[in-house]
């Protein structure tokens, strides 16, 4: 049972390498257009830090997933994690464009780090959704952040709210990180009784 789960990590870990190492433009190409978002906000030292961050760890994960990529020999346990760490880092790093732009007291902007955060959401569910392993563990900080936002613009004076009107925002989310597990979930059940029909009539 244990080796089979550790199968399984393994496999979807060569699947996220090769799929990790075929985006890396695009990815850099995303945190250099959100890093000109921040600094034109007035973050621009908290752009460069975390902009640096990023390539740094995009320099580290490249080789790593070139290497663990390859399918015709199973990468051993400790390179998996390492892989696994490594990609997990690199969404911590883009999450924090939409954690500093909560901050910021001009709507607009703030309303850019949701849009980004929400498109975070999306990438990573198209890309990882069957890859269970690397979708809830890089969902997971992704939905911390969203809470983490609700806090920063709740306690900004220049954004006038009751306590009563953020804990209604902060349960919508609720709903919403719940409604995304529901529908993950159903996603990966193949027994609707129209897929049991059309495999039924497929085969007469």
Same mark, same amino acid.
């Given at each position: 049972?244990?080796?089979?789960?550790?199968?399984?990590?393994?496999?979807?870990?060569?699947?996220?390498?090769?799929?990790?190492?075929?985006?890396?433009?695009?990815?850099?190409?995303?945190?250099?257009?959100?890093?000109?978002?921040?600094?034109?906000?007035?973050?621009?030292?908290?752009?460069?830090?975390?902009?640096?961050?990023?390539?740094?760890?995009?320099?580290?994960?490249?080789?790593?997933?070139?290497?663990?990529?390859?399918?015709?020999?199973? @990468?051993?346990?400790?390179?998996?994690?390492?892989?696994?760490?490594?990609? =997990?880092?690199?969404?911590? +790093?883009?999450? *924090? $464009?939409?954690?500093?732009?909560?901050?910021?007291?001009?709507?607009?902007?703030?309303?850019?780090?949701?849009?980004?955060?929400?498109?975070?959401?999306?990438?990573?569910?198209?890309?990882?959704?069957?890859?269970?392993?690397?979708?809830?563990?890089?969902?997971?900080?992704?939905?911390?952040?969203?809470?983490?936002?609700?806090?920063? @613009?709740?306690?900004?004076?220049?954004?006038?709210?009751?306590?009563?009107? =953020?804990?209604?925002?902060? +349960?919508?989310? *609720? $709903?919403?990180?719940?409604?995304?597990?529901?529908?993950?979930?159903?996603?990966?059940?193949?027994?609707?009784?129209?897929?049991?029909?059309?495999?039924?009539?497929?085969?007469?």
């Amino acid at each position: 049972m244990v080796q089979r789960l550790i199968d399984h990590f393994v496999y979807q870990t060569q699947i996220t390498a090769h799929i990790s190492a075929r985006d890396v433009m695009k990815r850099l190409a995303a945190a250099a257009l959100m890093a000109a978002v921040t600094a034109f906000a007035g973050f621009a030292v908290l752009a460069a830090k975390i902009t640096l961050a990023i390539v740094a760890i995009e320099a580290l994960a490249y080789p790593l997933n070139r290497k663990a990529e390859r399918f015709e020999e199973m @990468i051993d346990l400790p390179t998996t994690c390492l892989v696994w760490l490594i990609n =997990w880092a690199a969404m911590l +790093s883009f999450l *924090a $464009f939409a954690v500093v732009l909560s901050t910021s007291d001009t709507v607009p902007f703030v309303l850019a780090g949701f849009i980004w955060i929400f498109g975070t959401y999306v990438h990573v569910s198209n890309t990882f959704g069957l890859l269970p392993v690397y979708n809830w563990s890089q969902m997971m900080p992704a939905f911390a952040a969203m809470f983490i936002m609700l806090y920063n @613009i709740a306690k900004n004076p220049a954004h006038n709210g009751s306590q009563t009107e =953020w804990l209604i925002t902060a +349960s919508l989310v *609720a $709903f919403y990180i719940v409604n995304t597990f529901d529908t993950m979930n159903l996603q990966k059940t193949p027994t609707r009784p129209w897929a049991a029909r059309a495999k039924r009539q497929t085969r007469a």
